[in-house]
């Protein structure tokens, strides 16, 4: 069982990981942060992310899709990729992993693999 910063470390150790953070998505404010790529606010990124995990999750209510819960979002852009893990760890509720890859470098298959184990060892 690991916590925030074990957590942040093992998200870190993904090939390709530029940046990671555990965010609350009620206030969009980081519990913990890690990474320093040049260019990459990642307090900026967290609170901006709050934004899709919310539309995401009205977009959900609106289409009536009740028990459907988001797994995982992906936001792809030129050179890196943006994935969100909402948590199912006890203790989790309202907060996600948010965890910024070097498009070139990361296997998208093996990030998500990883998020998923890291968010079933996670204990907040």
């Known amino acids: 069982m690991a916590g925030i910063d074990g957590a942040l470390k093992d998200a870190m150790a993904i090939d390709g990981a530029l940046g990671a953070a555990l965010v609350d998505s009620t206030s969009g404010m980081a519990l913990g942060m890690v990474g320093d790529s040049a260019g990459l606010d990642l307090q900026l ?66 990030a998500r693999h990883h998020v998923r184990r890291i968010d079933a060892e996670l204990v907040v």
């Open 45 to 110: 990124a967290a609170a901006g992310t709050t934004d899709v995990v919310r539309a995401h999750q009205r977009a959900a209510e609106a289409l009536g899709l009740h028990g459907e819960a988001l797994e995982d979002s992906l936001t792809t852009l030129t050179h890196q990729y943006h994935l969100v893990r909402p948590l199912t760890s006890p203790g989790g509720n309202d907060l996600f992993l948010y965890l910024v890859l070097d498009r070139a470098r990361a296997n998208l298959a093996m």
